[in-house]
């Protein structure tokens, strides 16, 4: 079992970056692929991007490639999602998610944190 908490969120300008951590507990961080998903008002909870295991492979939703990176650090068992040029589009709460594979879909991750709020004022 792995637990994670999100931090790094905040109200920041278009155009200007965020980046969000998420810190997991337990001994056995690098066995999950890990996930980032958002959710804004009334919209459900879609994908952002995920990481493998080993770090090796990345995968992004269409509108946030070349602006999102995702990273990981197994020695410190934190996740990462460096945000640039953010849109006001972009505003929602962030939630990271661990799963033994990486998927795009949030019915596949069984473990979850308790959100970040970003907010992307025009």
């Known amino acids: 079992q792995v637990q994670l908490v999100e931090s790094g969120g905040g109200l920041v300008q278009a155009g200007n970056s965020l980046r969000l951590s998420c810190a997991a507990s337990?001994?056995?961080?690098?066995?999950?692929?890990m996930a980032w998903f958002r959710q804004a008002p009334g919209k459900e909870r879609e994908f952002v991007a995920f990481?493998?295991?080993?770090?090796?492979?990345?995968e992004y939703r269409d509108s946030v490639k070349g602006r999102f990176t995702i990273s990981r650090d197994n020695a410190k068992n934190t996740v990462y999602l460096q945000m640039n040029s953010l849109k006001p589009e972009d505003a929602a709460v962030y939630y990271c998610a661990a799963s033994s594979s990486a998927w795009n879909t949030p019915s596949r991750y069984n473990y979850w944190g308790q959100g970040t709020q970003v907010t992307v004022s025009s």
């Open positions: 990481i493998t295991r080993s770090g090796t492979m990345t």
């Open positions: 337990g001994r056995t961080f690098s066995s999950y692929a």
